[in-house]
């Protein structure tokens, strides 16, 4: 059974910043590439960062200057850091893990980001 299971949300100060986790098991961790995706209340899922199986990063020219994406493989983990953090940021976060970037095979739950004063 595959779980994808992120973790590091909460309340955030604007201009703060946020680290996320994801934690997958069931899985060839090492052999899936991994993404973290969000969805802000009312719109659509967006992409914010991938890393591939070879440890290539990708993220949108909107918000790759304030991301960071990392993969331990020891550990099944994939790690987001963001910073500069707006009310815009606000959504639900997701990890995402697959084949390669943009097949994505299985989803986590979620972790709500919140960024208010």
């Known amino acids: 059974q595959v779980q994808l299971v992120e973790s590091g949300g909460g309340l955030v100060q604007p201009g703060g910043s946020l680290e996320l986790s994801c934690v997958a098991s069931?899985?060839?961790?090492?052999?899936?590439?991994m993404g973290w995706y969000r969805q802000a209340p009312g719109k659509q899922r967006e992409l914010v960062a991938t890393?591939?199986?070879?440890?290539?990063?990708s993220s949108p020219d909107s918000i790759k200057r304030r991301v960071a994406i990392n993969r331990d493989n020891g550990q099944a983990t994939v790690y987001l850091e963001m910073n500069n953090l707006t009310p815009e940021d606000t959504a639900v976060y997701y990890c995402?893990?697959?084949?390669?970037?943009?097949?994505?095979?299985?989803w986590g739950q979620g972790t709500r980001v919140i960024v208010s004063s």
């Open positions: 995402a893990a697959g084949r390669s970037t943009g097949q994505w095979d299985y």
């Open positions: 069931g899985i060839i961790f090492s052999e899936n590439a």
């Open positions: 890393i591939d199986r070879w440890g290539y990063t």
